[in-house]
């Protein structure tokens, strides 16, 4: 195990000990709201820049020379592992599978990742990175949730509904299952090779999750789930973040995923959520990005309302409620950040 002193104050809060200050990164932080990822853009494809390691390190660390985030998370695509696993994955400009996968014969056909092999570019960015940020500073791995890299598989691409999706996991139960399975399998091992490259904390993104009722949920996810995490859990010690965007009415089963860290979106008061997952719980969370084009005064009261929200949790990461939009001002994030490490200066010594 870490050495509790050696930890950033990132992973303190992550495990509930003493901190600081309540730490704070933001989803999508490293992206289009900033003009310095602009500019680089101009000069370089998504994809090129996604799986050239020292570009990739360049953007994901331009959020962290601008602000005094206290974590760093990898620019990277959830999507990137699909095509390691024999799924050639386009952009236009959202992702699109030519071949969605709708029949156990193409279930068969999806390999298992080994992300050393097919995904060394990520890896490697997570060692820049790493290695150019300074050690109080946390760096953090992540992959889409197994149910959502399924939803694009079986859709062939991005949807409201998903319902190509929600109705392969009813007609074809098994080789939904089956799956599901080389997904956990697979992010599981991609989780712990990010881990293994230098991340400090590895986080679940399940964007689409929030379609399914409770009892879809227990049937279809859950259970991949527990594995997918008890998978990471036995490999390394690092913090699991686990985010169901939308999911509010889920709580009751999520909390029996032994993870780290649990991330609510802007929909669920952090205190709500707070007493459905436990006493020990820890949230990260959960400012609604629209409140950044609110005035400064009214975007300072946001901040202090989730703050007050999450008094008596066992520990709080500091995060909008779902990804930054892009046309947001930076200065409303220097705002944001300054703000939540004044408030909570010296609150959890």
Not at 46 to 69: D, G, N, S, V, W
Not at 228 to 255: C, H, M, Q, W
């Given at each position: 195990?870490?050495d509790?002193?050696?930890?950033?104050?990132?992973?303190?809060?992550c495990?509930?000990?003493p901190?600081?200050?309540?730490?704070?990164?933001?989803?999508r932080?490293?992206?289009?709201?900033?003009?310095?990822y602009?500019?680089?853009?101009?000069?370089?494809?998504?994809?090129?820049?996604?799986?050239?390691?020292?570009?990739a390190?360049?953007?994901?660390l331009?959020?962290?020379?601008?602000?005094?985030?206290?974590?760093?998370?990898?620019?990277?695509?959830?999507?990137?592992?699909?095509?390691?696993?024999?799924?050639?994955?386009e952009?236009?400009p959202?992702?699109?599978?030519?071949?969605?996968?709708?029949?156990?014969?193409?279930?068969?056909?999806?390999?298992?990742l080994?992300?050393?092999?097919?995904?060394p570019?990520?890896?490697?960015?997570?060692?820049?990175?790493?290695?150019?940020?300074?050690?109080?500073?946390?760096?953090?791995?992540?992959?889409?949730?197994?149910?959502?890299?399924?939803?694009?598989?079986?859709?062939?691409g991005?949807?409201?509904?998903?319902?190509?999706?929600?109705?392969?996991?009813?007609?074809?139960p098994?080789?939904?299952?089956?799956?599901?399975?080389v997904?956990?399998?697979?992010?599981?091992?991609?989780?712990?090779?990010?881990?293994?490259a230098?991340?400090?904390?590895?986080?679940?993104?399940?964007?689409?999750?929030?379609?399914?009722?409770?009892?879809?949920?227990?049937?279809?996810?859950?259970?991949?789930?527990?594995?997918?995490?008890?998978?990471?859990?036995?490999?390394?010690?690092?913090?699991i973040?686990?985010?169901?965007?939308?999911?509010?009415?889920?709580?009751?089963?999520?909390?029996?995923?032994?993870?780290?860290?649990?991330?609510?979106?802007?929909?669920?008061?952090?205190s709500?959520?707070g007493?459905?997952?436990?006493?020990?719980?820890?949230?990260?969370?959960?400012?609604?990005?629209?409140?950044?084009?609110?005035?400064?005064?009214?975007?300072?009261?946001s901040?202090?309302?989730?703050?007050?929200?999450?008094?008596?949790?066992a520990?709080?990461?500091?995060?909008?409620?779902?990804?930054?939009?892009?046309?947001?001002?930076?200065?409303?994030?220097a705002?944001?950040?300054?703000?939540?490490?004044?408030?909570?200066a010296?609150?959890f010594?």
């Amino acid at each position: 195990m870490n050495d509790h002193a050696s930890l950033t104050v990132f992973e303190r809060a992550c495990r509930g000990l003493p901190r600081a200050h309540t730490p704070i990164w933001v989803m999508r932080q490293a992206g289009r709201y900033l003009p310095e990822y602009r500019a680089l853009r101009e000069e370089v494809d998504f994809l090129t820049a996604t799986k050239t390691p020292e570009i990739a390190a360049r953007i994901t660390l331009q959020p962290m020379e601008r602000f005094p985030l206290d974590a760093a998370i990898l620019f990277s695509d959830i999507m990137t592992p699909l095509e390691a696993m024999g799924v050639p994955v386009e952009f236009a400009p959202g992702p699109v599978i030519q071949e969605p996968v709708r029949s156990a014969v193409q279930v068969a056909r999806i390999r298992e990742l080994v992300p050393e092999e097919g995904m060394p570019f990520v890896l490697d960015t997570i060692r820049i990175v790493r290695s150019e940020l300074s050690a109080d500073r946390a760096v953090i791995g992540f992959t889409g949730a197994p149910f959502t890299l399924f939803c694009y598989l079986v859709e062939g691409g991005g949807s409201k509904e998903f319902m190509w999706a929600r109705r392969f996991l009813r007609e074809e139960p098994e080789a939904a299952g089956a799956l599901l399975d080389v997904l956990g399998r697979s992010m599981a091992r991609y989780m712990v090779a990010q881990a293994e490259a230098g991340a400090n904390a590895v986080m679940l993104f399940d964007s689409w999750v929030g379609l399914l009722g409770p009892a879809e949920y227990r049937r279809f996810v859950l259970p991949v789930l527990k594995r997918t995490v008890a998978e990471i859990r036995a490999s390394t010690d690092r913090p699991i973040i686990y985010f169901a965007n939308g999911g509010a009415t889920l709580l009751e089963a999520v909390k029996e995923l032994e993870v780290d860290v649990y991330g609510i979106d802007w929909t669920l008061p952090l205190s709500r959520a707070g007493a459905t997952l436990g006493s020990s719980a820890v949230l990260q969370g959960n400012l609604d990005p629209a409140a950044l084009f609110a005035s400064e005064e009214d975007l300072r009261a946001s901040i202090d309302a989730v703050l007050e929200e999450a008094k008596g949790l066992a520990g709080h990461v500091f995060n909008l409620g779902h990804g930054i939009n892009r046309h947001t001002d930076p200065d409303r994030v220097a705002l944001l950040v300054d703000h939540v490490h004044e408030r909570t200066a010296g609150s959890f010594a």
